[in-house]
């Protein structure tokens, strides 16, 4: 049976920019190996979710994985824990967390803690480790930090509730205010209640930490506060296995996109040195996904520098990021024996005010069986005219598994 | 009021072969009515149920007759015993029975009895209908006999479920199970307890068969068993009249179409001709549904033999075919006065693996008040440039009722 590779251009899709005189990253790169691709099989534009509607990249990789995420979302926390590698069961609540710099009223100063490093927060999160594991409280906490400022908290126990609103205001200036519960339920209460004694303890643990010391002294921020934000707790979700009997795996250099997959029942493959941004490994990540085309039905490919250099409102830096993914795809055409090939993004991420949008996505299939349309050049216009026409994240999935006869008949 | 009629080829929709040159059937065939209807009318590609889902014949007419089957349908077999004649009345419980061979443990040795005919089913049938009239049992049993080793059986009273599992297996080699009750019902346990005495007095009755006995000194298989699958009550759609006030009439070979349009309140119109196979008299059959255009206001024609040869994996005779089709309809073309035609299909069957998928099919509609597109052929690929875009089998028939006038107005 074949397999599938799917290539997920993180905020593929664009709007027009005057310096590219008219055109999207994506209309103006040179790229002969999407376009050949284009060209032989069968192009369309996707809505992620719905015309229109802006999608994270959290509910747009649920969506075009097949999971409803009005139905399934539960909030980045558990998604980004998962994909940290902390293991989640079900009642636990997991978080999106920053080390910032707050004043002593807890204004934030600083969402990201003057830039800290990797190296800087893995020890302070050591710290936070430590205390965690002789905190007294009916909850236990677990805290892990990932890259640069960011990491992810889970409290596990009973009786807890996601319903606890954001400590992080996601903007500077302002007070970062304590857990409250979101609903009148006394799980919601303990749960904001045991979470704010966590995070004032974090702070006497982070401001006295020698490493906060010594940045004070050298004028730097110190990362003397967690800003939790996104609680939620474990989705529930059918995996792929169960759905359409394929073995699957992730490669992506971002926690998220492989916590997506894990819930969705995906292996992870990592890849050392891709890091998830403009400087990623493509080479290393492209031969890890062929490789893992001998062992996996389904692999999915993840590439994250297409949205960085969309938030960093550079078009041109995407467009050419655009052509060194497909250089390297290029160069692997010739071993698709067997593989249904898709490439598209997880939504429209404009290079001209670094923001997502509801426009839909370019989205070309390849493949034994794949009908021909006449569409020769991928991009977000060029693809309307394709015979996929205009389909939904949702669909996406669907389509792939049932070319590759994954798809149980409805009927008789 | 101008009438409608729909031309459905069951199947039209296929992959790209090899063997046509990476071309489906449909863009290989020579069928210049269907192209000038396609280029005199509006064109597009429908999904019957959804982007990527396979459905079966059952579903796929529900969809495109405007009944959602996530909804109505409620399997095969009723919609078999209503096509092959009998009335269901609400209760009933309406099973597909083969005709078999099997061994003395009911391992499935031949799941169509040495390829029975007709005849000899009818003669068994006979048999089993006398048995059923004296049969002591809480239930009342009806069976009937339809084209060779096929027939319906339907159980009458109260208290029937249609919560049993399906006797006959579906493949040849492994025991015919008896029926087990789906759910932890009373109703579910006694109707699937007196099917089974049903069969097992059935099984008597056809060993013992002097028709079956001499099939054996022959040397040929008996039709020692009968093994219905499909359990299912009748379903209880609104009609056509109901919905859109129009009399209605279906032509179609096969049990099932006729079943589903029965259960849509239309009439049946038999052409004794019509097998609803690739020899079917398609002349006959043309004849009569223009014919019936004069005194119905819809006209559903089905025509069988694109899924045949899909199903027989015979990509050629699957073109071939549809210039057979073609050759009818435009030589009717001028007989076309207030007619709205639709020619669409319930599914794609692809004729390279001969199994239902998830692709969409074209769809064109022609006829007064019709806008016309750009569209000048009638196929998979063609069509989806079409100005209806990508539909769902559940807009087909709102968008012919309407260009009729007769849906009515939401809101005012």
Known sequence: MSKVLIVLLDGLGDRPSRSLNGMTPLQMAHKPGLDELAAEGITGIMDPVAPGIPVGSDTGHLSILGYDPY??????????ALGAGMDLRPGDVA????????????TVIDRRAGRISTEEARALGEAIREMAAGFDSEFRFEFLSTVEHRGVLV?????LSDEVTDVDPHREGVKAEMPRPRSQTPEAERTARELERFLRRAR?????????????????????????????????????????????????????????????GMDVRIVPTATGTLNTDLNAKFNAAFESLRTYDLVFLHIKGTDTASHDRNPAVKASFIEKVDRELRARIDQLQDVVVCVTGDHTTSSIDGRHHGDPVPILIWGEGVRRDKVVRFDEVSCADGALGRIRGLDVMNVLMDLVGRVEMFGE
Chains 1, 2 share one sequence.
């Open 204 to 264: 006497e643990v982070l401001e006295s930490h020698p490493l906060n010391v010594e940045r004070v002294k050298k004028g730097l921020r110190p990362a003397n506060a967690i800003l939790p934000r996104g609680a939620g707790k474990m989705p529930k979700l059918p995996s792929l296995r169960e759905r359409f009997g394929v073995s699957s795996v992730v490669i992506a250099g971002g926690a998220l996109y492989r916590g997506v997959c894990r819930a969705a």
């Open 95 to 106: 978080f999106r967390v920053n080390f910032a710099t707050v004043g002593d009223d807890w």
């Open 71 to 80: 139905r399934y979302y539960t909030g980045r926390g558990p998604l980004e």
């Open 155 to 159: 409290m596990r126990g009973d009786g």
